[in-house]
């Protein structure tokens, strides 16, 4: 059983960076594809960004393309998500989660472990 935890959460102003973590435990980390999703108030959980075991490989929603980065290191069981320019639209409860695979993928359901969640709240 994996456990993750999300920090790095926190109110922002638009325009700044923050750098989210997801540290992770009870399993073999590297063999898992990792994710993030954020959830806003009345909406439905989102995809963000994913990348592949090694971290070789990581895909972005089209809406943080170019300005959010995620990377992981193996080393430290731990992911991350930077938020370059964080736009008030970036609000919501942030998530990690992980596969039992290598390979990633964009949808809710092929997360097989998910983390309590990190609030970001970007002001304009």
């Known amino acids: 059983q994996v456990q993750l935890v999300e920090s790095g959460g926190g109110l922002a102003q638009a325009g700044v960076s923050l750098r989210l973590s997801c540290a992770a435990s009870?399993?073999?980390?590297?063999?898992?594809?990792m994710g993030w999703f954020r959830q806003a108030p009345g909406k439905e959980r989102e995809f963000v960004a994913a990348i592949g075991r090694l971290g070789g490989n990581t895909y972005y929603t089209v809406s943080v393309k170019g300005r959010f980065a995620i990377s992981r290191d193996n080393a430290k069981n731990t992911a991350y998500l930077q938020m370059n320019s964080l736009k008030p639209e970036d609000t919501a409860a942030y998530y990690c989660?992980?596969?039992?695979?290598?390979?990633?993928?964009?949808?809710?359901?092929?997360?097989?472990?998910w983390g309590q969640g990190t609030q970001v709240t970007v002001s304009s």
């Open positions: 009870g399993g073999t980390f590297s063999s898992y594809a």
């Open positions: 989660a992980a596969r039992r695979t290598s390979s990633f993928t964009y949808y809710i359901e092929g997360y097989d472990y």
